[in-house]
């Protein structure tokens, strides 16, 4: 918990929500397996400092409406809908179990501002200001299926689109994106080694 504490001003209430992030998700664990069993003492640094990493990009306005798509046991969308109260967040995946967790989890944290839906990302028709996502599939198709979900009502400094958490080598899928793209390193905001090859990938 510490590690968030290090990096982000919260408040009394952000902070008791992301201490009860890492029993909750050890006793759900324990029944669906949504983070890897030998990742979960690592749980505020490679997912939840991680999915925050959004954050240092952008500070999301009151009524934003933010899509996370593939959000699995609930990241990148349950940190950030801790850290922006006043911002709407929808979180979906094609696993039900998992989405099960994820309302479990926004339940037991008493958040108001987000909630998960068993769904496929294709079939929503909603648009939203951001779509946000930890790498689930290869990027060019990732944006292919969800560009037409953007909103044209800019709120935010950034302008709006997609969100992208991503590792390693991916200049290749870089070159089947037909729009603009700015890369951050998240190793400009975190300094542990765990984030040296780690990037946000916004498209817009």
């Given amino acids: 918990m510490e590690i968030i504490k290090k990096y982000f001003s919260l408040n009394s209430t ?3 929500q992301f201490i009860a992030l890492k029993d909750i998700y050890s006793s759900w664990n324990e029944k669906i397996n949504v983070i890897s069993r030998k990742d979960i003492e690592n749980i505020y640094e490679h997912h939840v400092l991680h999915s925050l990493g959004i954050a240092k990009v952008i500070q999301f306005k009151n009524e934003t409406k933010i899509l996370d798509v593939g959000t699995g046991g609930g990241f990148p969308g349950i940190p950030l809908a801790i850290l922006f109260p006043g911002s709407d967040f929808l979180l979906v995946d094609s696993i039900g179990k998992k989405i099960n967790v994820v309302n479990a989890v926004i339940s037991e944290l008493g958040l108001k501002n987000a909630k998960g839906i068993h769904q496929r990302a294709e079939t929503i028709d909603e648009k939203f200001d951001f779509i946000v996502s930890r790498a689930v599939t290869c ?6 299926i969800v560009k037409n979900k953007i909103s044209r009502n800019k709120n935010n400094t950034l302008p709006n689109g997609v969100l992208y958490l991503k590792g390693g080598d991916f200049q290749d899928e870089l070159k089947n994106i ?10 400009d905001f975190f300094s542990e080694e765990y984030f040296a090859t780690k990037k946000l990938i916004h498209i817009f």
């Fill in 139 to 144: 990027l060019p198709d990732f944006y292919n």
């Fill in 178 to 187: 037909k729009s603009n793209y700015k890369i951050f390193d998240l190793s």
């Fill in 14 to 16: 952000q902070e008791q």
